[in-house]
């Protein structure tokens, strides 16, 4: 039988938000993935809150917190600052509940965010060019009206309903050795590492928790080395829903407590891994919730024995998906930009071109100028976008061209 832990939530405290948050969750799929299980070596199961209601996990933790609100606090209403997935989570937890809800998103949020906030009833205040300006707002709103402000993660409520989600994993993957969690401010993998290892430590057995950030908005190993949570810099990632600048009080104690290891994934890992998921899963993800695969394919993850990835929401604007696939195709070398100096003579278009064809390679756009900087007066530069088969198919090309005397530099 395991203790009870000196911080966050019990076992017992997520077993009885459980039955709280099922008044309105998905038991969302866990799927088996054979080509991830081949590069790891054992089985692989994906946890899909991607398809969750709201698109992703949030709704636990939101439900869980509108739940616990008093009578009076109901009455006053709640306010929440959000640029996608918490919005979503709160708005409709509150429309469940009869409690008035204003959420409070950044000038120029992705329009398919706003449509569906508004569409769970919500009241949306467009406010803020940065995300800070934003919460800012929001809290301001809630000391003018006294409306109860609903944090995205650094609450024991917030927590414990997304740790119902450790339960449900465990449930599923009894055997589970290992799971994998993205991480921004930590209330997710605080909620699933404490009801994980909680149980398993109930059972007489340990599990793994393996955390993973964006490297360019990964302020956990930073706040771990220093021992207390630490504000970081962020970059731009296109991980926005993990982009969090400085971690929870109280979700960066649990993940001091329970975590084992946290990682990072760039920007092109993680492109890769959309591409992996809906190709091979057929599971459309956004990128904060393809972190963990994205760990896997950089060789971040291995020996975990039977592993579990949380593919965390699956709310991507449209464009975006497009110019992620794009620059996920490119990571893979399956998509080619070139550009190759020529002489300025006629025939030379059609002579590469057909060097391109005779390796069975597709050209997809062309342009073709005199006028970029660096070019001699008697050159021109040929810009092709190009599809292969993968790194192999494309190095072939590259040889191709170059066994004719042309320099094709690749452009990333």
Partial sequence: MTTAPTI??????????????YRVVERTPMESSRYLAELLGSPVFLKCENLQRTGSYKIRGAYNRLSQLTA????????AASAGNHAQGVALAARELGIKAT?????????????????????????????DETATAARAFAAETDAVFIPPFDHVDIVTGQGTLGLE????????DT???????????????????QRAAAEGRTVRIIGVQSANAAAYPVSLSAGAPTEITIFPTIADGIAVAKPGTLNFDMVRDYVDEVVTVTDDETAKALLVLLERAKLVVEPAGAVGVAALLSGQIANTGTTVFILSGGNIDPLMMERVISNGLSASERYLRLRIPLPDRPGQLARTSAIVADQNANV?????TRHNSGMQISQVELELHIETRGPDHADRVLAALRAEG???????
């Fill in 364 to 368: 997809v756009e062309v342009l073709h």
């Fill in 179 to 197: 799971i994998v969690i993205p991480i921004g401010g930590g209330g997710l993998i605080a909620g699933v590492a404490s009801a994980a290892k």
């Fill in 8 to 21: 966050g939530p019990t076992l017992a405290d997520i077993e009885q938000a459980r039955d709280v948050v």
């Fill in 103 to 131: 959420i409070f998103m950044p000038i120029g949020v992705a329009l398919p965010k706003l449509s569906a906030t508004r569409d769970y009833g919500a009241d949306v205040v467009l406010q803020g060019h940065i995300f």
């Fill in 72 to 79: 009076d606090e109901r009455a006053r209403g709640v306010v």
């Fill in 406 to 412: 042309y320099e094709p530099r690749v452009d990333f």
């Fill in 169 to 176: 994993i465990l449930d599923q993957v009894p055997n589970a």
